[in-house]
T-cell receptor
């Protein structure tokens, strides 16, 4: 596709359930980012990949959050034992290279933990 | 402590007039700044950017101004159109990766017909 694609668009999880969120970046984009956006706030950085290497995971809020990009393309954000405070929109972005270029965002996955 | 601040949660402007959205930052290491626009139920869309070596960048109706000494940037939209109504996020980046963007909380712009 032409843009960043995320699936599912919406996910409702029961508290304690594990979830996996998928991101298909723009083909050829080296950099991939995950952000978390709470209602009424700006996106907050979670983690960054350059190709398959996870170079920065400083924004992951707890060890229940795990991200991977094994082949340097598709990425998965996994949240184990979901809690209500995990409810947010999870945004994926990709960019052609590092430094000096904009990132293109997907539509996001809205996660609601009940 | 917010590194990127947008102190106006909302702004209303008449169609045809100028919209000015403001953004302040605290981290002097930031060297690249971007504005994103977001419609409901969509991801942020890149609008315009500016490097710290410049103080102005213009793209059609959109102009971004950077005042490094004041750690302040602003987005000017002129003339404003109803389709510009959206939430606008200011973002900044620095460091080795250059793109670990730090976002502000956003300003909701409403352009009234």
């Amino acid at each position: 596709g032409a843009g960043v694609s995320q699936s599912p668009r919406y996910k409702v999880a029961k508290r304690g359930q594990d979830v996996a969120l998928r991101c298909d970046p723009i083909s050829g984009h080296v950099s991939l980012f995950w952000y978390q956006q709470a209602l009424g706030q700006g996106p907050e950085f979670l983690t960054y990949f350059q190709n398959e290497a996870q170079l920065d995971k400083s924004g992951l809020p707890s060890d229940r959050f795990f991200a991977e990009r094994p082949e340097g393309s598709v990425s998965t954000l996994k949240i184990q034992r979901t809690q209500q405070e995990d409810s947010a929109v999870y945004l994926c972005a990709s960019s052609l290279s590092r430094g000096g270029t904009e990132a293109f965002f997907g539509q996001g996955t809205r996660l609601t933990v009940v | 402590d917010q590194q990127v601040k947008q102190n106006s949660p909302s702004l209303s402007v008449q169609e045809g007039r100028i919209s000015i959205l403001n953004c302040d930052y605290t981290n002097s290491m930031f060297d690249y700044f971007l504005w994103y626009k977001k419609y409901p139920a969509e991801g942020p869309t890149f609008l315009i950017s500016i490097s710290s070596i410049k103080d102005k960048n213009e793209d059609g109706r959109f102009t971004v101004f950077l005042n490094k000494s004041a750690k302040h940037l602003s987005l000017h939209i002129v003339p404003s159109q109803p389709g510009d109504s959206a939430v606008y996020f200011c973002a900044a980046s620095a460091g080795d990766y250059g793109q670990n963007f730090v976002f502000g909380p956003g300003t909701r712009l409403s352009v009234l017909p």
